[in-house]
């Protein structure tokens, strides 16, 4: 069964450094989505993305982050000075179309860890 | 308005169990409600879903029920077993806002042998 692929699994960084997490969506999906998961707390809605832009996002997803298309298969987030706060489970997701009855497949994530 | 309550926070039951997570929310926008089920190490993973205009709906051992009116939704696990021990999450989402799921705060089951 296709699933979302993200790397690394851990990344460690020092705070106020860029970070870039990395995701690959599966193929034939036209949505893209990042989610973040503090330690212990919700899913949090971080951005959407389809057709090479932004289509929605939340109050988390300040001028500190960005997210991009670089090729047909990768989808990247960007977390441009990271802080304390940042440190979390960046959780990938992807789905064919939008909606519901559309479910978005998840990836394993990434743990951020800022110190 | 956009949150989605859900309770209990952790769960213990013995095999062969039904235990039950509930959800509840404000917003009757909403008109996805997918239960994620995720595993420690893992993302969460699709388990089953309903809509609004469905009062109950089950998947193999899985069985979603949904009050309308009292703008709540629970989840049910028959038969359960040790391998069921994760953690779980209702979510929602507004078809006219966009693709955004907004999840519970998670259920931690466990299920002795």
């Known amino acids: 069964e296709p699933e979302v692929t993200q790397t690394p699994s851990h990344q460690v960084t020092q705070m106020g450094q860029e970070v870039i997490l990395r995701c690959v969506p599966i193929?034939?999906?036209?949505?893209f989505y990042w989610y973040r998961q503090i330690l212990g707390q919700k899913v949090e809605f971080l951005v959407s993305?389809?057709?090479?832009?932004?289509?929605?996002k939340s109050e988390i997803f300040d001028d500190q982050f960005s997210v991009e298309r670089p090729d047909g298969s990768n989808f990247t987030l960007k977390i441009r000075s990271t802080k304390l706060e940042d440190s979390a489970m960046y959780f990938c997701?992807?789905?064919?179309?939008?909606?519901?009855?559309?479910?978005?497949?998840f990836g394993d994530g990434t743990r951020l860890s800022i110190l | 308005q956009q949150q989605v309550k859900q309770s209990p926070q952790s769960l213990i039951v013995q095999k062969g169990g039904i235990p039950i997570i509930n959800c509840a929310y404000e917003?009757?926008?909403?008109?996805?409600f997918p239960w994620y089920q995720q595993f420690p190490g893992k993302g969460p993973a699709l388990l089953i879903a309903?809509?609004?205009?469905?009062s109950e709906k089950k998947e193999g051992r899985f069985t979603i029920s949904f009050n309308k009116s009292a703008k709540q939704f629970s989840l049910h696990i028959m038969d359960s077993q040790p391998g069921d021990s994760a953690t779980y999450f209702c979510?929602?989402?507004?078809?006219?806002?966009?693709?955004?799921?907004?999840f519970g705060g998670g259920t931690r089951l466990m299920v002795k042998p």
């Open positions: 917003n009757t926008a909403f008109d996805y």
């Open positions: 997701a992807s789905s064919e179309l939008r909606g519901d009855g559309q479910p978005q497949h």
């Open positions: 193929s034939n999906h036209l949505y």
């Open positions: 993305f389809y057709n090479n832009e932004i289509s929605e």
């Open positions: 979510a929602a989402l507004n078809n006219n806002a966009g693709n955004m799921l907004t």
């Open positions: 309903i809509r609004p205009d469905v």
